[in-house]
Each structure stands twice: as structure tokens, then as C-alpha cells.
């Protein structure tokens, strides 16, 4: 590798790392990776920059190894006579493409993916992430749970509606137990709107949803209930980050067990820095 080779994959080295650097400070990253990860890119961006960096100040070229005289580094056929031609054989062999075009096959994806790039999924993406997934029933062996738990532990807003978790309510219409506390509950869902597609021959209805993510956007899971409105009144728009006050209850599916809130009011809300469970 020569000197140019060395500083130029330093500066691609310090392409990535100043794109690291620029998720974190942009907060784009927060739509990838769970908040307890965010100090890792900024760190590995930084330590890209210095490698990028101490490359392009101090390359090192590595030397290349002399051919022999009469040997041009080939692999020939002996039923030929190609003494000839490694005699003469003085010009350069290259391999591969080159680091030019090793950098321009990087740059070129990178900058369209950089620009056109949406920082969501599409209703069709949300919907392969479980959106209007059926919740799974609940055979884990956890303590009992109780409507004085739920007085004691979970706070309420100015109309007396508990500010419930959206996984909450969503995995409550799995496990019959809980069902019982929740249904009729007054509560209060916090999440953005997504269009309903289950039983929603009217048209009436809209979905709300928070996404949860342990690790990365490869694990992110979508958890959503349904918002049935009453007459005349005022719906989101699809994106728009919401808080729904109403009435929990639960409906059958297709032989399967949903949460629906019967609203009372939806009101705008502010996005938190991270919905992947950071508020609430």
C-alpha cells in the first residue's frame, strides 16, 4: 500500500467517523438505537477520526517486493514457451479497483441514503413490526396484581384518568387476569397515530402506538390500541404525537382479544427526545 493509498482510506475512515459523530449530535441516531447506546457512536466516531486523522498526517507506504529477473509473478503453462515474455515482462500489475474507486462505491450510497432517507418506518413497515398484531395470551408466573396496585402506583391526570403505558394496555387484552382491572378503566394513553386496519369497516377509527426497542431499530417492536371516536368529533392526522384520554375496554376480533379506547378527548403532545419507552 502506498503512501496515497494510506492517506486516502484515512479520509475515508474520517468520513465515517464525522458521520457517527454527526448522528449523535443531530440526534438521529435516537431513531436507531436506545438512549443507553448513544455515548457508544460518539465515542467510536471520535476514535474513527483519530485513526482517519493519524492516517492522513503520517502514512506509511509499504514497500514493494522486487521481481526477479527473467520472473514476471505469473503461473504459466509449461507446454507453452513463454520465456519470452517474463523476460520482458516490466509493467505494473494491479489488483483489485483501486482505493479512488473503493472510496467513490462508499461516498455515493452513503450520500443518497444520507439525504433521502426517512428516520421512520412506513405504515406498511410498522405493520410487519407487530402494529396491529394481535396481543400474545400471558403465561408467565408473575405476582398478582390488583386495582389498589394500580391506584398506588400508576399517577393520573386533572380528569382522574390513569396515565397508563402503552405496552401496559396493549398486553393487558392478553392476560384475562388484568383484563378484569383494566377494562372500563379511565385512563390515558401517551403515542403517535397511525391509520386502523382492524375492524374498521366505518373508517372511523385511528390507531395510537409507541415503539419499543431493546438494543436497535432490528428489534423494534410496535404496540398500538385502537381509538373508536365519539360522533362529531375532532381526529388527529396520522404522525401527530398525542396524548388520548378515554375508556380502556376490550373487543373480539376474529376470535381474538384487542384493547380499545373509547375516547374522551385527544390532545397534542409534545415528541419526547426518544419514544422507545423514555416517557412514561
Not at 452513503?110 to 396491529?132: C, E
Not at 388527529?236 to 404525537?241: G, I, K, L, M, R
Request: include cysteine; hydrophobic fraction near 35%; proline fraction near 5%.
Amino acid at each position: 500500500m502506498t503512501a496515497l493509498d494510506t492517506r486516502l482510506f484515512g479520509f475515508l475512515a474520517s468520513i465515517w467517523g464525522g458521520l457517527l459523530v454527526y448522528f449523535y449530535h443531530s440526534t438521529r441516531v435516537r431513531d436507531y438505537l436506545d438512549v443507553s447506546f448513544h455515548h457508544f457512536i460518539m465515542i467510536g466516531g471520535i476514535g474513527m477520526l483519530i485513526l482517519g486523522f493519524y492516517s492522513i498526517i503520517n502514512p506509511k507506504s509499504q514497500p514493494v517486493k522486487e521481481q526477479s529477473q527473467g520472473s514476471c509473478g505469473h503461473d504459466h503453462d509449461h507446454s507453452h514457451n513463454h520465456g519470452d515474455h517474463c523476460d520482458s515482462c516490466d509493467h505494473v500489475h494491479e489488483e483489485g479497483h483501486g482505493p479512488f474507486v473503493t472510496i467513490l462505491l462508499t461516498l455515493i450510497p452513503l450520500t443518497l441514503a444520507m439525504t433521502y432517507t426517512q428516520d421512520k418506518l412506513s405504515n406498511q413497515g410498522r405493520a410487519k413490526k407487530g402494529l396491529y398484531e394481535k396481543p400474545a395470551l400471558t403465561n408467565a408466573d408473575i405476582p398478582p396484581f390488583t386495582r389498589e396496585d394500580l391506584e398506588k402506583n400508576v399517577p393520573k391526570n386533572e380528569y382522574g384518568e390513569f396515565q397508563l403505558r402503552m405496552i401496559s394496555a396493549y398486553y393487558a387484552a392478553g392476560d384475562r387476569e388484568i383484563q378484569d382491572i383494566f377494562d372500563g378503566l379511565p385512563v390515558e394513553l401517551e403515542g403517535r397515530i397511525a391509520p386502523e386496519q382492524l375492524n374498521n369497516e366505518s373508517g372511523d377509527r385511528l390507531r395510537i402506538f409507541r415503539e419499543i426497542i431493546t438494543c436497535c431499530a432490528a428489534d423494534l417492536q410496535i404496540v398500538g390500541v385502537s381509538l373508536e371516536f365519539p360522533e362529531g368529533a375532532k381526529r388527529p392526522q396520522a404522525e401527530d404525537w398525542v396524548k388520548a384520554g378515554g375508556t380502556l375496554t376490550f373487543e373480539t376480533v376474529n376470535g381474538d382479544v384487542f384493547p380499545l379506547l373509547k375516547i374522551r378527548e385527544v390532545i397534542p403532545a409534545e415528541e419526547p427526545y426518544s419514544e422507545f419507552r423514555r416517557r412514561q
